[in-house]
């Protein structure tokens, strides 16, 4: 819920001890921005959150600091929280393109390839979880880890979606 009346500045740390490594993360929540928002044209600027994170593993310890824009009028102990949801999906999905899709060994990369390669997979994996039957986080693949074409094909008629086929040679 928004604070009507915010503070120009705002922090919240979280230390998180797991699976061997001590993560900290400092949020602070900036909300005098109008310099920037007139600066940058930005008409919609409210905050910017910077995220210092730091990373304890076996003695090595990494920093990190990122910066993100926002339109959302938050203190930091609420709008950190929604910034580490945001990722932990993002991880989720890449997670899912991998397994399924086998992501990581693409070598698709001239001109507009990648990018609409990875917008087919994403529409495919949509459809994959929308398809009727059990809720599907790595669905049946092929011989070459690729989602079935009939798991695709159920996705598809499953909501009366147009299906456009392409031959396609074996190697």
């Known amino acids: 819920m928004p604070i009507t009346s915010l503070p120009v500045l705002s922090r919240f740390e979280t230390v998180d001890a797991d699976h061997g490594r001590i993560e900290t993360r400092r949020y602070t929540a900036i909300h005098d921005v109008e310099w920037l928002r007139e600066r940058h044209d930005w008409s919609g600027l409210k905050s910017v959150v910077m995220v210092e ?3 304890e593993i076996d003695g090595a310890t990494t920093r990190q600091t ?3 824009i926002t339109s959302l009028t938050l203190e930091a102990n609420t709008v950190g929280p929604m910034i580490r949801d945001h990722w932990s999906i993002e991880n989720s999905l890449h997670w899912v393109m991998d397994m399924v899709f086998r992501d990581d060994e693409c070598r698709v990369r001239t001109e507009n390839a990648p990018a609409n390669f990875t917008t087919i997979k994403h ?14 986080t790595a669905p049946p693949t092929n011989d070459r880890g690729m989602a079935a074409p009939s798991v695709i094909r159920r996705g598809l008629l499953a909501r009366g979606s147009i299906i456009c086929s ?6």
């Open 53 to 55: 994170s730091q990373r």
């Open 66 to 68: 990122r910066f993100y």
């Open 123 to 136: 529409m495919a994996s949509n459809l994959i979880r929308r398809a009727p039957g059990k809720g599907l």
């Open 166 to 171: 392409a031959a396609t040679r074996s190697a």
